[in-house]
């Protein structure tokens, strides 16, 4: 039989009739509460419990966000600021048909470039960011992506979260990438409360178990994408429901743990 994808095996719940939230005014009640970390911290055994079940129904986690190498994992991460994986997904084949190596990027130019990703939002910044990171990998770094956070920080348009991203899928390192997923997801359920992405990947890394830190970033984020939605949670669905401390859930029953990978 063949396997699914993840994103296959999560369609059910998005699909799902989505929870009936106590009222708007009630869930950004509630969300408020949880962004001033009004809600109560996880214990440590509530967050082993949560990435228990994480990883029982999802063993190995992926991005989704279409790469061969480090050098394409980089450029797909940078143009997916502010816009979809599924967006990205779209460009990047025509892209790293003509450039994916940082020399065949810089060849092709920034115009041929922004013409090739233009559907993806901050086309424009992208592009340029592209041609002089490129330029700087080639320079810098014998045309290669360095396995190093400083390095990769210091490229134009790589920031911290960038740089948790390859770091941890090129690299194998347990880094904890906060994208807009994870910050709701760890404020809402109260599993790492933060004012900052910052904050909140600080607690992650202290409060998530070693074993499950190289996997935490895509649990989270793929929970954040299909199941604690930002606007519609889908709480019947959701494997943590009893766990969660969010004001606005709509169950305390969660469902059950079966294996999708
Ligand atoms: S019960 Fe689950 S889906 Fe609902 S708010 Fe909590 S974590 Fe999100």
Redesign the pocket.
């Known amino acids: 039989m063949p396997r699914k994808t993840t994103r296959q095996s999560l369609t059910p719940a998005r699909e799902g009739r989505a929870?009936r939230v106590k009222g708007t005014k009630a869930q950004g009640k509630a969300d408020a509460k949880a962004i001033h970390g009004q809600l109560p911290q996880w214990t440590t055994a509530e967050i082993a419990e949560a990435f228990r079940r994480f990883e029982a129904a999802n063993p190995s986690p992926r991005g989704e966000l279409e790469h061969v190498d480090p050098f394409t994992l980089l450029v797909a991460v940078v143009l997916s600021a502010q816009a979809t994986d599924a967006g990205v997904n779209k460009a990047t084949p025509a892209l790293f048909a003509l450039a994916d190596t940082p020399g065949k990027m810089v060849k092709l130019g920034e115009a041929r470039v922004r013409a090739l990703i233009k559907t993806i939002g901050l086309y424009r910044t992208k592009a340029k960011n592209l041609i002089a990171l490129s330029s700087k990998l080639v320079a810098e770094h014998g045309g290669r992506v360095p396995h190093d956070r400083a390095a990769l920080e210091a490229l134009p348009g790589v920031g911290r979260k960038t740089a948790n991203v390859v770091l941890n899928v090129a690299f194998g390192e347990p880094t904890i990438a906060v994208d807009t997923h994870i910050f709701r997801?760890g404020n809402?359920?109260g599993l790492a409360v933060g004012k900052t992405p910052l904050e909140v990947e600080a607690k992650l890394m202290q409060a998530v178990p070693e074993r499950y830190r190289l996997h935490a970033h895509h649990w989270l984020i793929l929970?954040g994408r299909y199941?604690?939605l930002a606007r519609r949670?889908?709480?019947e669905?959701?494997i943590?429901?009893d766990l969660?401390k969010?004001p606005?859930?709509?169950?305390n029953t969660p469902a059950s743990v079966s294996s999708s990978a």
Do not use: M, N, S
């Open positions: 929870a997801v809402r359920t929970h199941v604690c949670p889908l709480c669905k959701c943590i429901a969660c969010w606005g859930k709509t169950t």
